[in-house]
């Protein structure tokens, strides 16, 4: 019993709104005592999330330029209260060896931005300009109504089911952004191997950083780390992406046996750039 009412103790502090006394990092400019927090909030605006997760700092590695940001919401103030509208999925049971992206389902959510702000290593709100904010907003709930699918192979040719940048796009392109074009992914052999195993088209990710390169950023916020820490952070990984360089190989960072085994399989290896990157046979591992 006393280990069931600690839960729910946990439970409603985790579910509950964060305060002020809750923030280690609170950079904001403009504050607006009439808004949540007294953010300056407002429909329409980018929510980017920092991160410092294994995986997170993975995909980090795909995109020639580096990404500070790994994951992008809509911000949307509905009946008074700010919720970030975004698209994530969630990897199922696995048993048949299959490719991790063929078993991922997800679909468009909508979080309450306290919930959102306590979720992630730090988080960034960007102010869109020149944008249709209205617009934006009513393209998120739409896709909301409708339960656009996530999409796992992260295909930008065709937007039947999207990724979370892709679902950010095309909401600011509904608001007036001109069209967003992919930024190529680094000339690295070991990532294209492991893009084409998950079955990702090797034809460059949309980051977070690219839908608000041209945007004001309005805060900056963590509830668990100080900004020295989100620099130190960011600072790592922008120094990890600079000497992953097209020669290096994914499994010198990261742990891919299962990678490793289904390319031998197929009669290939991971190995780094240049021809002959993929070869037969175990040398070079």
Request: proline letters at 6%.
């Amino acid at each position: 019993m006393r280990l069931l009412l600690l839960s729910l103790v946990f439970l409603l502090t985790a579910c509950a709104n964060p305060t002020r006394q809750d923030f280690n990092t609170w950079q904001v400019a403009g504050e607006d005592p009439q808004q949540f927090l007294s953010l300056p909030l407002a429909s329409g605006q980018v929510v980017v999330i920092g991160s410092g997760a294994i995986m997170d700092m993975g995909i980090s590695l795909i995109p020639e330029s580096y990404p500070p940001y790994l994951h992008a919401g809509i911000l949307v103030i509905d009946d008074g209260s700010p919720y970030v509208y975004h698209i994530t999925g969630v990897a199922g049971f696995n048993l048949t060896g299959l490719p991790p992206t063929d078993v991922i389902k997800g679909k468009v959510q909508r979080t309450p931005l306290g919930r959102f702000l306590r979720r992630y290593h730090h988080v960034a709100i960007y102010e869109p300009t020149g944008l249709d904010k209205e617009r934006i907003a009513a393209y998120v709930r739409t896709q909301l109504r409708e339960e656009a699918p996530f999409d796992p192979y992260f295909n930008f040719a065709e937007h039947e089911k999207l990724y979370c940048t892709e679902f950010i796009a095309l909401a600011l392109e509904a608001g007036g952004a001109e069209r967003f074009e992919l930024p190529p992914n680094r000339p690295n052999r070991s990532v294209s191997v492991v893009l084409g195993w998950l079955k990702i088209p090797d034809q460059g990710l949309l980051m977070p950083s690219d839908l608000v390169a041209a945007s004001k950023r309005v805060a900056l916020l963590s509830t668990r780390h100080t900004l020295t820490e989100i620099y130190l952070l960011n600072a790592l990984k922008e120094e990890l992406h600079r000497r992953f360089t097209c020669d290096q190989r994914l499994g010198n960072l990261f742990v891919l046996e299962r990678i490793r085994r289904a390319t031998e399989k197929a009669g290939g290896q991971i190995h780094g750039c240049g021809s002959g990157a993929v070869s037969n046979g175990r040398q070079g591992r």
